[in-house]
């Protein structure tokens, strides 16, 4: 698996990739079974990407192919000649107009969307944009609250009781057993604005990450910690992706039936909706078989303030 983020340029000239890619393989996955394995039960392999990949993309969390020097030995190098087939995806744009997509990471089983509750403010429309794109690429959004203490009581969870989100609460005093078991031997994405306090919670997590952690600025918004993403193996089995910080979550690559089919319990009613329904109920689609479902209307005002967040570009919605 991928642990580091391959940023590098492609040289026109011969499609190497100008630094180095931190990769991780099993112990009984072909490695020489001489070489220095990690406490984890894994060795670090570093390794380039090979001419022939081109501009494939390669991104944190995929499952590589390797050949040449495996033994993870202090000045070896390997090739990545081949790119797994990502079983889930993290997507985004720079905005809703941007034709650019960009993989954040692969094979996330989680995704943990952290918000502080202070200091900087929180957004719904970041949390319910980072939700659209979790159940669209095929990952599980967990809610992590921190700086709690700073904002005293708050109905900010409430805004998603209905789409059944798992919300923990991981500030610097809070314990950390719960995050732990929701963790444990899963491959969880971090994702969040700067300066709520992802670094933090990735250091009390994993000890000898030593991620950088910085303040928030005088106008409430964090200042970039985290360069690039990278993934650490946790004490006790699992991974987490700690990420950059995020200022824009732009979903320019996701449909509304790509949100829809992420609930199971909605999907099948849409075959019945009428060819160009968006799903957001009258007065827009007046015949949207959403509003038939019995039993369902709760949760289908909150997927469609899921849709809304979708439809919108909005700064505050974006982080900007």
């Known amino acids: 698996m991928l642990t580091d983020e391959v940023d590098a340029e492609v040289s026109e000239a011969d499609g190497a990739v100008t630094s180095d890619v931190g990769a991780t393989a099993g112990s009984d996955g072909g490695v020489n079974p001489g070489a220095p394995a990690t406490p984890d039960g894994y060795r670090r392999v570093v390794a380039m990407r090979a001419r022939e990949l081109g501009r494939t993309p390669i991104v944190v969390g995929d499952n590589v192919d390797l050949v040449g020097d495996l033994s993870g030995r202090p000045d070896s190098l390997a090739r990545i000649v081949r790119v797994a087939e990502r079983r889930t995806v993290l997507r985004r744009t720079a905005d809703d107009t941007d034709p650019f997509e960009r993989v954040v990471v692969g094979n996330a089983e989680q995704l943990f969307i952290v918000v502080a509750l202070a200091d900087p403010p929180p957004r719904t429309g970041f949390v319910e944009r980072a939700m659209v794109a979790a159940y669209a690429g095929g990952l599980q959004p967990i809610l992590c609250l921190t700086k709690h203490d700073l904002a005293g009581e708050s109905e900010f969870a409430s805004e998603f009781t ?71 193996s946790l004490p ?30 909605l999907s099948d009613a849409i075959e019945d909706c009428p060819r160009g329904c968006t799903h957001l109920g009258p007065p827009a689609d007046p015949e949207c078989a959403l509003d038939e479902l019995p039993g369902k209307q709760r949760r289908v005002a909150a997927v469609r303030l899921l849709l809304v967040a979708l439809k919108s570009n909005d700064s505050w919605s974006t982080g900007g």
């Open 162 to 232: 209905d789409l059944d989100l798992t919300i923990v609460h991981g500030g610097r005093d809070d314990p950390l057993e719960p995050i732990r078991e929701l963790l444990h031997d899963k491959l969880t994405a971090l994702l969040g604005h700067s300066g709520v306090g992802k670094s933090t919670l990735v250091n009390r997590l994993v000890p000898d990450a030593d991620r950088a952690v910085g303040e928030v600025s005088g106008v409430g918004k964090g200042r970039h910690t985290s360069t690039q993403s990278v993934a650490l």
């Open 236 to 265: 006790g089995g699992g991974w987490v992706i700690d990420t950059p910080g995020v200022r824009s979550f732009g979903l320019a690559h996701i449909t509304v039936d790509d949100l829809i089919h992420a609930f199971a319990d």
